[in-house]
């Protein structure tokens, strides 16, 4: 076996992600048919690769019950269509699932146990709402080994703005609003809809309908507006549904692939795997968690901050990723950081978000040949962060 | 059409709903027509009057619009559409009635193929009769490979696929395959075509996976409409239809000798799609329709779908189903062929261990190499898993002495048709079997309850009578001797239900309901030919029923030896109606086959065998004395409480001996032909309503 070999980015898709709650686009859609949506579309997309050649199937879920629960790696592969002979399995990291997803196969790969695999994230917040089923164990709080807000999400962002006094409400508001200028332009744009995978929608009360576009994005959203939103986690806080991701429906995946394997199957990748990492944080500032996994991550691939030129990071709140920037001393307005926008337009279902980072920082690539480097990063629960660098297989320099 | 909609009262109503898609690749926008009944793929929808209305509605809507590319129709999950609704097709009474119907099915169908735009229809899941036909009044068609049935049904109860389907499907893939659909496959026990099949055929333009079926029938829309996919059609009206339409004909003519319109008049409207046009066939659909619907045949055909779809479901007198004790391992006393197919059945459908018995280690070890050897051949067609075969020959083992039988739960003989080896095959049996061990005979005449009289347990033995073949037959006749409990019977039916055999309850009498019938009905046209009727005369004086076999061509299935030995059975219980012919002793004596040489023409010898009687039937004499002693027979029984109804009787003969829909078994055709006075069923029952 080889100790080591390149990893590359090959393809990535998502279904478009839908508002959760009983008049989303999903809601009588099961989730697991939106990940094997997903997989058939890599398949289809990519004539080049052999399915029987596909070595793992790595889904993320959060929740992993009912529809997303059964080893849904392996089930969605067998009702996907993909031989019986490919392998499969679950696996949770909360918000950055797929993310891991994707580490762990391209880890499986770089010893050389794979050759090719899928890797990708499913939530249906609608059918599974975050912290459904779980029993925190009681030593949490009775031995104070993480703070009571240490769960609630939007607490834990609450907390990140009183570490960060000069993250106010109204820098995380214009940040949110240029998120959603960013992905109407996108859209605009058409650098979105190549990597979505229309959904067949049906509706017992309005038929089959087709999904073609994310259902979350608000393009009229104005500083006034989002100044009058409410902030449901402290009486006058700053946290609001306005500059905070959503809760979503959706799922995405991407095909991993070993360098030397994707030239022999002529496939096309668009990034190379540079280095990634996980890193803990206190779980009550989860928000900060990017940070010390990216530091790490650049020391690991011998980089500074300043070698890169492509930021993809998740928003899961508007205020961590304002604290992600002003760590790295980056502008608030940086067109490096998340160009086509971020989750608090698209949405974030939690553990499929991962991958749509990297699909978006693949298409970036390829319209900017001049980058060499980026980042795909986000938070997790429980105090998590997680980053991989990319290299751009466009990049000009190469050439 | 208030007064067609008032017959179907309790209608549940197909919904057309309308939602715009936005297809792929900016080919702009498609009104996406869902019909939904509102329940789970169990209850498939089906279009009465409602749901024609509730589809006229959504393509009213979508008609005036100018802003739509196309306009598709879909079915709910796992369904397509299955028809037209047919409960309330049997409640009318008026031609008026009959023909609105059928207009207005046309006039709503009609419009999907003549919109301004494409239409698609994307084949989700299953289509039969008037599903189908929604679906070929569209421009184009995708189908899901994963569609388990598509079909044109209609034949086989009595109608024609007349809201369009006749004059849209030759035209589509030609008279020859149009025909398979329409009058073949209906008339073979309604054979069903797969997803995969319709496409091969050319009923549906592309085929793509169930999987994302949907996205994918989308995404060829938007192709078809951009022109990046061209749809090729064969222009079938070029060609000379008359030599398909006659060898249809004379197949038909084979099998039911004019009985039963529905298939001729099909086959007629299938001829006239050549060079009809659109108005014209659509009106002649129409107007078989109407006829069909006012005619007794298609209430006779109802009637038998409601038999074998709901009754044979829940037998007349069954015992609480909770009754029933758990078989986990099945004794077969005997290893000859009966005894060999039941215990492949037994196998095959229980999954538990089956054991042969036999004294003759040989015979045994035929047995045993019989089931391995079925079972091969089912490894061969791919019927079984290899896994599944090794399973299956595991489960069947041979043994010369009955302690094999210790631990089972249920033992069946199948042992020489005398009453004395069976009572001593039990008496061994039950010897070694446990007390709550159910015992089953197999046999086809014997008394049940005398078979019993000498065991210590009596209320465990129940009749189980297959008929031949084992494995393809459907009818189980369950019999109840004087002695048997409820829990043996509830189990005997539990095993039925798990062999996938239609059961139904008999009262321990001679040679139970299709014996006794056949017994009969073929009493009398021999009888007939020993007084002198010519034997092709007789043989064919009933062909005006449409029956599978002509009577002397079921002896020569079942064997004259066979027929002769329940002749004789039934002679002895029953002297004044069943008699034993001479000749026929002769015949068997002979050792004839039947009276039929291999190439089915009348073998000389057994026309002399035959010959010497002085008193000669005309066929119109022969057709009513037979139908008059069927008509006793039945009405006896009934009296004795052979079963529990009529209904029993019908689905007995169309189960056990093939009888047709048609006649709705037998005593809905003696109701309609004046032999039954009084009649068997109320006016309207398996009739046209007065």
Known sequence: ?399 | MSDIKELFADEVVTKAIVRDVELPYGAGTMALITLDNGFDHTKPSTFGPGGLTSLNEAVDAVAGRTDLAAVGVVGKPFIFAVGADLKGAALVSEREQALAIGKLGHDVFRRLGELPVPSFAFVNGAAMGGGLEVALHCTYRTISSGVPAVALPECFLGLVPGWGGTQLLPRLIGPESALKLIIENPLAQNRMIKGRDAFKLGIADAMFEGADFLEESLRWAAQVLRGEVTVSRTDHTAADWSKTVADARFLLDMKLRGANPAPYRALELVELARTASRDEGFDAEDQALADLLMGDELRAGLYSFDLVQRRAKRPAGAPDKSLARKVTKVGVVGAGLMASQMALLFARRLEVPVVLTDLDQARLDKGVAYVHAEVDKLLGKGRVSGDQANRLKALVTGSLTKDAFADADFVIEAVFEDMKVKQKVFAEVEAVVSETCVLATNTSSLSLTEMGSELKHPERLVGFHFFNPVAVMPLLEIIRGHATDDATLATAFAVGRSLKKSSVLVKDAPAFVVNRLLTRFMGEVITAVDEGTPLEVADHALDGLGLPMTPFALLQLVGPAVGLHVSETLHAAFPDRFGVSQNMAELVAAGKPGVYAPDFSLDPEAVAIFSGGTSPSTAEQVRERTLRALEQEIRIMLEEGVVAAAQDIDLCMILGAGWPFHLGGITPYLDRAGIARPRFLEPGVASVPA
């Not at chain 1, 703005?161 to 998120?179: E, N």
């Not at chain 1, 795997?273 to 650049?298: H, Q």
């Open chain 1, 1 to 399: 076996m080889p100790s080591s070999r390149d990893v590359v980015f090959v393809d990535g898709v998502r279904t478009p992600f839908g508002k959760s709650g009983p008049k989303g686009l999903y809601a009588e859609t099961r989730a697991d048919d939106l990940v094997i949506r997903v997989i058939r579309e890599l398949i289809r997309r990519n004539p080049n690769l052999p399915p029987e050649r596909v070595d793992e199937v790595a889904i993320a879920a959060t929740t992993q019950i009912g529809d997303q629960g059964l080893t849904i790696g392996r089930s969605a592969a067998v009702l996907a269509g993909l031989p019986k002979s490919v392998p499969g399995y679950a696996i949770d990291r909360m918000c950055a699932g797929a993310m891991t997803a994707v580490t762990s196969v391209a880890g499986g790969i770089a010893f050389g146990a794979y050759d090719v695999a899928i890797a990708g994230g499913v939530e249906h917040m609608g059918r599974h709402p975050m912290g459904e089923g779980v029993d925190p164990n009681p030593r949490f709080v009775a031995e104070q080994i993480v703070d009571g807000s240490a769960l609630v999400m939007g607490m834990t962002a609450e907390n990140l703005h009183d570490r960060y006094p000069t993250i106010t409400k109204d820098r995380a508001d214009a940040f949110a609003l240029a998120s959603q200028e960013k992905v109407a332009k996108a859209y605009a744009d058409g650098r979105i809809q190549p990597d979505l995978v229309p959904v067949a929608v049906r509706s017992a009360e309005k038929g089959w309908g087709l999904a073609t576009a994310d259902e979350a994005p608000r393009p009229g959203t104005t500083l006034e507006g989002l100044g009058t939103l409410k902030t449901p986690f402290r009486p006058h806080g700053r946290i609001t549904a306005g500059n905070a991701s959503g809760i979503n429906d959706g799922a995405t995946g991407c095909i991993v692939a070993a360098a030397d394997v994707a030239r022999e199957l002529g496939l096309a990748p668009k990034m190379r795997l540079v280095s990634y990492a996980f890193a803990g944080v206190d779980p009550e500032v989860m928000g900060v968690g990017p940070i010390p996994s990216t530091e790490r991550a650049l020391r690991l691939a011998g980089l500074s901050i300043d070698d890169i030129g492509l930021f993809e990071i998740n928003e899961a709140f508007a205020v961590q990723v304002l604290a992600f920037l002003e760590h790295f001393g980056i502008a608030d307005d940086d067109t490096r950081v998340n160009p086509y926008g971020g989750a608090i337009a698209f949405g974030h279902p939690l553990a499929s978000s991962g991958v749509r980072l990297m699909t978006q920082l693949a298409r970036e690539f390829g319209e900017r040949p001049e980058v060499r480097y980026g980042i795909t990063t986000m938070c997790v629960g429980m105090g998590m962060g997680g980053t991989v660098i990319w290299e751009n297989l466009a990049w000009e320099g190469a050439k």
